[in-house]
């Protein structure tokens, strides 16, 4: 059972362009959302976050949102470069049991053409 | 800063060998993370501590998995026997804190084959 879902395992984007990453959640107990970023042969580093409290952070180029009825949030990347092209992991946690962990999705690769 | 270092990053087995990977977090990380990638997946938490006690196992095979985090800093997670479904990449991280809004820090991973 995924608890958190990234339903696109690639997406493509020219350079210049803005680039949406989207995550779907089913575990109502989440109210913490990261999204993480890979490089090759790297581990995974902290992009942003957001709080169930709000439905917006802005990060310099990165956005992200969060719509609870719909258990659903994105990353926008404005404008997105060569240097974002990477893997991005969408991330999500809670206050209770096992929802305390961080759960990811199975991550979307991105690229993006210069 | 010196980031979260793993150690080896590469390492091939044969089936049912023995194998142990060693992680050294960020100083002063008081919370120390394994996790289980497997190709095309996120990662998978297999155990948190929280100084030198695992406070969260649920997920760690017990069978052929053990870790351990001696003096509460270094850890080491070890497979025996190692199987063919183990290969994977094994992520170690850590936290200053663990009430779930912490950043948590990754290393490299180590990539581990199985033949």
């Known amino acids: 059972d995924q608890q958190v879902k990234q339903n696109s395992p690639s997406l493509s984007v020219q350079e210049g362009r803005i680039s949406i990453l989207n995550c779907d959640y089913t575990?109502?107990?989440?109210?913490?959302f990261l999204w993480y970023k890979k490089y090759p042969a790297e581990g995974p580093t902290f992009l942003i976050s957001i709080s169930s409290i709000k439905d917006k952070n802005e990060d310099g180029r990165f956005t992200v949102f969060l719509n609870k009825s719909a258990k659903h949030l994105s990353l926008h990347i404005v404008p997105s470069q060569p240097g974002d092209s990477a893997v991005y992991f969408c991330a999500a946690s809670g206050v209770g049991g096992s929802a305390r962990q961080l759960t990811f999705g199975s991550g979307t690769q991105l690229t993006v053409l210069p | 800063e010196a980031g979260v270092v793993q150690s080896p990053r590469y390492k091939i087995i044969e089936k049912k060998q023995p194998v142990a990977f060693w992680c050294n977090p960020i100083?002063?990380?008081?919370?120390l993370y394994w996790y289980l990638q497997n190709l095309g997946q996120g990662p998978e938490l297999l155990i948190r501590?929280?100084?030198?006690?695992?406070?969260?196992d649920s997920q760690l095979p017990k069978d052929r998995f053990s870790a351990e985090r001696l003096k509460g800093v270094d850890s080491t997670l070890k497979i025996q026997p190692a199987e063919l479904g183990d290969s994977a990449v094994y992520l170690c991280?850590?936290?200053f804190g663990s009430g779930g809004r912490e950043t948590q820090y990754f290393g490299p991973g180590t990539r581990l084959l199985v033949l």
């Open positions: 991280a850590s936290s």
């Open positions: 501590y929280e100084n030198e006690e695992a406070v969260d």
């Open positions: 100083s002063g990380h008081n919370t």
């Open positions: 575990n109502s107990m989440f109210d913490y």
